[in-house]
């Protein structure tokens, strides 16, 4: 009895394991494109500082 049960269970661990993997990528894809964005607006913001220091 416990042998079917437990052939029936692995492919429901791997499939976890799959969707851990790819909330783990999806995670660090969205926190890269946070600092990513971060980082060009705050770029953005002091050239435009910048432009408007150089034009006073």
């Known amino acids: 009895m416990s042998g079917p ?3 029936h269970l692995t492919p429901i661990h791997e499939h976890i ?3 851990q993997s790819a909330l783990q ?3 660090f894809f969205v926190v ?3 600092l990513t ?3 060009a ?3 953005f913001h ?3 500082q910048m432009a408007v220091e150089a034009r006073v």
């Open 32 to 34: 890269l494109v946070m």
């Open 17 to 19: 394991a799959e969707t």
């Open 41 to 43: 607006y705050q770029a």
């Open 37 to 39: 964005a971060g980082v």
């Open 46 to 48: 002091i050239d435009r």
């Open 5 to 7: 049960r437990r052939i």
């Open 25 to 27: 990528h999806a995670v």
